[in-house]
């Protein structure tokens, strides 16, 4: 049998709930084959779930700001020199007041530049495996992630000759970012390894609600947490009652990504804002869809708050949050485990935090 066809074992448990559905993988020379199979790219999202919860900015050293303080920050990319990195340093440079400066590195220059007290945001990928039972069955499940990374290197790579692994990094915080099926399939394929990704900031389309002016706020999130020392982790909901207010009289801003929809059984919609009627059907105050671009640019001109949805979908279900793009404060914010498409459910129980 070619070996295209054989069946994983890391997804056999999953078939298991879906006895009548063939699923096949790739070996990973045939990864071009895997990125043409549309229905495989949503079971390798559905594969990786998981009975709990994530939120999306996790602060993993709440007093990170001291390791940080004195030093350059470095931005790992590649060497495309693209107009959408220009846009995106602008972004930082603006916004990110933490260390003594921030700029480009590519990763061969690492190594030959860095100091004992520099940072960096990169863009990573890895896979991981956590095991369960269900059904009386033992499962293993994977998870695929993909996040801004902000760290410093362990103080024992300085004694090291050697280029950096992920080992020596010490992470500060993370944001969790919603990989395309495209990007899900390069994650699952490329192992378990935590991998540095040198075109995030080249534009395209390998992320959801990624962009220069979502950039911004999630700048702003993690110097205010840091700035407070503040832990950010795992399963925090959010609630804010007095902002919550300004929206039975704001607009609620939702873009084409919040629409995106995959199924193990159907295509993704594209993010299709057509389908918002449907999905605020119960959600009584007013809201505008409009397209990625138009809500980037409303994010970034700062003249006044503009308040809008954030939908992020993770290996451990979704994120549903509504942001204030002056302050980049979540002023409110809800998980749901094993759901990956945003609901007029989702839209009703904001509609009853706000009345």
């Not at 303080?69 to 930082?92: A, C, M, Q």
Request: charged share 25%.
């Amino acid at each position: 049998m070619d070996d295209r066809l054989l069946v994983n074992s890391k997804l056999q448990n999953f078939r298991n709930l879906f006895n009548s559905f063939p699923i096949f993988v790739t070996s990973k020379p045939y990864l071009k084959t895997l990125m043409t199979h549309k229905t495989l790219l949503t079971i390798l999202l559905l594969i990786s779930f998981c009975f709990q919860t994530r939120a999306q900015l996790s602060i993993l050293d709440k007093n990170g700001i001291e390791k940080i303080k004195n030093g350059r920050t470095y931005i790992i990319t590649g060497s495309s020199n693209s107009p959408s990195e220009d846009e995106f340093l602008k972004v930082f440079k603006k916004y990110w007041t933490l260390s003594k400066g921030i700029d480009y590195i590519k990763k061969a220059d690492i190594k030959k530049t860095i100091k004992p007290g520099d940072s960096f945001f990169s863009l990573q990928s890895y896979r991981t495996y956590s095991n369960s039972t269900f059904d009386h069955s033992y499962n293993t499940h994977t998870q695929l992630f993909n996040m801004v990374y902000l760290w410093v290197p362990e103080k024992s790579y300085f004694k090291k000759d050697r280029e950096l692994k992920a080992s020596d990094m010490d992470g500060i915080a993370r944001i969790d970012l919603a990989g395309t099926g495209s990007t899900l399939a390069e994650t699952y394929v490329k192992g378990d390894s935590m991998q540095t990704d040198t075109t995030a900031f080249e534009g395209g389309s390998r992320f959801f609600n990624w962009s220069p002016g979502m950039l911004k706020i999630y700048l702003k999130q993690i110097t205010a947490a840091l700035q407070a020392h503040k832990s950010v982790g795992f399963g925090d909901e959010i609630t804010n009652k007095d902002q919550l207010k300004a929206l039975s009289t704001q607009t609620l801003y939702c873009n084409q990504d919040d629409f995106n929809k995959m199924s193990a059984f159907s295509k993704s919609n594209n993010g299709n804002i057509d389908n918002a009627g449907e999905v605020f059907k119960d959600y009584a105050f007013k809201y505008e869809a409009v397209s990625n671009k138009e809500l980037d640019e409303k994010i970034l001109k700062d003249e006044e708050p503009v308040y809008y949805l954030l939908f992020v979908r993770s290996s451990f279900g979704k994120l549903v949050a509504v942001i204030n793009s002056q302050s980049g404060e979540v002023i409110y914010s809800r998980h749901q485990s094993m759901s990956w498409n945003l609901k007029s459910g989702d839209l009703k129980s904001l509609y009853n935090k706000i009345r």
